[in-house]
């Protein structure tokens, strides 16, 4: 995680500001598609900003520059960030948001700028409202991007990987049902139509896969879905033969990719037409959707905001999305346990030398063998010792540490199968850990257990029930700034909304329902010292209660992950008789659907899987 020199990109930034009129410039992380990890092309934001997490917004002004992150990315920001820039850290207080910070420097009649496709709608008049307030001029939607004009000939080139059919075998549902209940949502709203800006929706409601962003099996598209149409803008390039096929048969036509735009003013322009004899209908389009599309839709006259059916729809897996999630996690813990038992042998047994990126690649190396892998779900996070407390670590070669067995080293790591996606997180200690660590990592595992053994009625949302992951380290006075889990696709992003378990406000609007895969990842972060977290995988189910107070179901968890726990971190003592039985559960299923794997074919594993699932 070098420091990276701006001082001649903000420079020329500037330069280009100045020609356009631009007193102040906004430069969002996210892409076209509001996606949170983006293809190396628009990593506008890393490259003028020199930080290379995955959130945050810069605003360079004439004089000044900004960085806002959460709280992920505080320690690598501050490694990565320059003499140039000001950090602003989200969710601390009397920390101004980045929101606040540019329209305080937009007083005296500044003009505010920004690309509008990169910023969602309801953010660029938010945005524009608080710049006015502060006396500034205003927010200009500014067609030319002037990072890439920076950029010039060294961006990266624009991906365009072939799409893949994912069949019924995997997805659980064809295109034809996911359309008729798109359709029937849209007939409850009277809406026109359906605008779908977001990858992964797309992917999902199409039953295709991609590779344009690393990682995310998604492909730059766009789609208009009506009560009697569906279009999907793709360059044919992408498709083969065979999905052409399969198109036709849905009765899908595709479009080029660059006609989307040109397309939504046609819409615009019929549904002012048919608003001079009628009441029109509206457009609708996801909470998410730039600024662009949304001036391009004729704006708030013609278009509705909302959270995208199609990702309330994607967030409920069906039974055979369900059956995948729990197959491919078995094979993804086999996995897992090779690679922990190689590890530990390299390390203690062989005083191997290997430093964070190489053991990484042996767990890919691991996972690669299982049936169906596609590829990662995310980089891998390899870290030791100090560098686990920085939370999304990146490990990258020539600039990374040598593994020490005589500290805490965390692994978050993940795969994308056929059958589902994969989000493991694990740390351990192959020397003697101290008593705080020790302490640390049980605080962390109870809370881990705490939420996985919770039951909580029907109506009940991720925020709701955060707390009970952080009850045991708020009882030591400690606490992690990140979310308690998010939600996760099937073969698809490995963050997914709209359904998650933290203090985020968009949390608090959608209940937790059956079919509901998310993340439970507690931890625990000593800066400069060590890192802990557990993260395991699971699944929303109805549980059978004594009671059924007011006539609700209640709902709990299903854990997925088939990944021991670091017998040399746990204190037993701080563990009560239940979660003890809880423990050693797990550890007994854990055992019966991964031992196969290796029972007669690889000793060391199987040595290792047996110690670290005996019951305490």
Known sequence: METVDTSARLAALRASMKKHGVDIYVVPSEDNHHSEYIAACDGRRAFISGFSGSAGTAIVTHEKAALNTDGRYFNQAEKQLDQNWQLLKTGIQDVPTWQEWTATQS???????????????????????????????????????????????????????????????????????????????????????????????????????????????????????????????????KLSAKVKSYLDTIKVSFKPYDEFFVDTKVLASSAEAEGETSPAKKYLISGKASWALKLALGGGKFVEEARSPIGDAKAVKNETELSGMRNCHIRDGAALSQFFAWLEDQLVNKKAVLDEVAVADKLEEFRSKQKDFVGLSFDTISSTGPNAAVIHYKPEPGNCSVVDPNAIYLCDSGAQYKDGTTDTTRTLHFGTPTPAEKKAYTLVLKGNIALDTAVFPKGTNGFAIDCLARQFLWKAGLDYRHGTGHGVGSFLNVHEGPIGIGTRRNYIDVPLAPGNVVSIEPGFYEDGTYGIRIENIAMVREVKTEHTFGDKPYFGFEHVTMVPYCRNLIDVSLLTPEEKEWLNDSNKEILAKTEAFFKDTDPLTHSWLVRETQPF
Do not use: C, H
Request: charged share 25%.
């Open 107 to 237: 007083a005296g009649g500044k003009t505010v700028a920004v690309d509008p496709t990169l910023i969602a709608s309801p953010v660029a008049e938010k945005l524009e409202e608080s710049i006015k307030k502060s006396g500034g001029a205003g927010l200009v939607a500014l067609s030319e991007n002037l990072v890439d004009q920076v950029w010039g000939a060294d961006r990266p080139p624009r991906p365009s990987q072939p799409v893949m059919y994912l069949s019924p075998e995997y997805s659980g549902k064809d295109t034809g049902t996911k359309l008729a209940d798109l359709r029937k949502e849209l007939a409850k709203k009277k809406a026109a139509g359906f605008v779908v800006s977001l990858l992964d929706d797309i992917a999902w409601l199409f039953n295709l896969r991609g590779s344009d962003i690393p990682y995310n099996p998604v492909f730059y598209s766009y789609a208009i879905v009506t009560d009697d149409s569906a279009t999907l803008y793709i360059n044919s390039s």
